[in-house]
């Protein structure tokens, strides 16, 4: 398995390091994982196909520290596991010249992770292009203070407005136009701008991202690049 594909698997799930606590699930051929952070405001899915990956169950408590122990190896990677009573206790990882262990967690220690079965309607789409990723990413860095975006839209064109600090008050704001895949009227809803400056720094490279958004609350980000598909639910912010 290349280093650099695990490496990037790992940074769309763990989003800056808001989602350290996760169970790697392989079937052999895929690797997925369901992620929760501790807030409870965003929760990602992450699958990346043809993973070269033992199958199993791994429970991975500290990312970080996976993270770390990744980084003094080289690109190729061969990857077993050490299983103890039937249970995954540890992964280990060489490159040829240099070998690691990295000790796993019982996967009951692991937050559980909620399924979404029942979404509410997604009203519209907003398209994660290039250009709005940059912008959103270079407007969050500006106001870095700044907790939460609103999604608005006047109905009226195939268009939303994005703001970086909306209130009713006065307040130092950034709006930014983008492009939907319909028309929808939606008054303005807030989610996290930490989150979503995350997630789009962590699929800069996809160019086909998009942003559900739902009235009731609810927004979802969906990208797929080099078999890697992630989803991730944002929840409103009061």
Known sequence: MEKS???????????????????FNSDGTGLSVKAISDDKNVLAHVAYDGAKFPEGDFGVYETKKLRSILSVLNDALTIKSNINNGKATGLNITDGDTKVTFVLSDTSVIPAVPDLKKLPLMEFAITLDEKFVNTFIKAKSALSD??????????????????????TLNTNRISITAHTDKSAKLEPINFSANYLKEILAANKEAKNGKLEVSSKGLARATFEVDGILSTYYLVQQK
Do not use: P, Q
Request: proline fraction near 0%; include cysteine.
């Open 5 to 23: 594909m695990l490496e990037r698997f790992i940074s769309k799930y763990n989003l800056g390091g808001s989602c350290e606590s996760v169970t």
């Open 146 to 167: 700044v907790e939460t975006f609103a999604v608005m839209s006047e109905g009226e064109e195939k268009s939303a407005t994005v703001v970086i600090g909306y209130s």
